[in-house]
């Protein structure tokens, strides 16, 4: 089983560049987040959808927007990056909000911006 | 909401017993409590989760006390494959917040 797939696993960007960074679960589940881990810390919440055609805003959203068009996707996009934004970005998926049902995660992408 | 925190680092060794504790003063009522590993380069893992008293599975227990401000992880006979990092979560998604911490880095020896 695939699990949790995140789409690159690494990446180089310049400063002012844009990209989208993709997530595909394949467990139908209903939750899907975005994370940033910078070194040393813990994974802080960017957004996050609770189902096909939502999305909210987690603790640090800005600068990044997201899209659910399809309950297996959850998309990140970056319009503008910024050197700030260099980090590693985690995606997991849950079939009910944390409280209830514990969260699956990729494996990450590594995005460095320059 | 519920912020929480746990030792920054521990150090044991193979086949001891070794307890985390995550101190979690503001949780709410319908709060869940979970604990992840995260091994380097990999995305953050499930270990147990629990709600109140005692919960155990093949890998873990955890022991939440009554008023359920802490809660300790508890890994039976650890071995050098446990080295890691161990996350202490306290769910509020409808807050808009889900906070992971710092986590506790656990580093086994020989």
């Known amino acids: 089983n695939a699990g949790v797939t995140q789409t690159p696993k690494f990446r180089v960007l310049k400063t002012g560049q844009s990209m989208t960074l993709l997530c595909a679960q394949d467990?139908?589940?209903?939750?899907m987040y975005w994370y940033r881990q910078d070194p040393g810390m813990g994974l802080r919440l960017i957004h996050y959808?609770?189902?096909?055609?939502?999305?909210a805003k987690g603790e640090v959203p800005d600068g990044y927007n997201v899209s659910r068009l399809k309950k297996q996707n959850f998309l990140l996009g970056l319009e503008s990056a910024a050197p700030s934004q260099t980090s590693v970005y985690f995606c997991?998926?849950?079939?009910?909000?944390?409280?209830?049902?514990?969260?699956?995660f990729g494996d990450g992408t590594r995005l460095s911006i320059l | 909401l519920a912020k929480t925190t746990q030792p920054i680092s521990m150090d044991s060794y193979e086949g001891q017993e070794v307890n985390i504790t995550c101190s979690h003063n503001n949780i709410a009522t319908n709060d869940y409590i979970t604990w992840y590993q995260q091994f380097p380069s990999q995305g953050p893992r499930f270990i147990i989760q629990?709600?109140?008293t005692k919960v155990t599975n093949e890998v873990a227990s955890l022991f939440i006390p009554a008023d359920r401000k802490s809660s300790t992880l508890s890994l039976p006979r650890v071995s050098l494959s446990d080295t890691a990092v161990y996350y202490c979560l306290v769910g509020d998604l409808s807050a808009s917040k889900i906070i992971f911490g710092s986590g506790t880095r656990l580093s086994i020896r020989p």
């Open positions: 959808s609770v189902g096909e055609g939502t999305t």
């Open positions: 629990g709600y109140k």
């Open positions: 467990m139908n589940h209903e939750y």
């Open positions: 997991a998926s849950s079939r009910d909000r944390e409280g209830n049902q514990p969260q699956h």
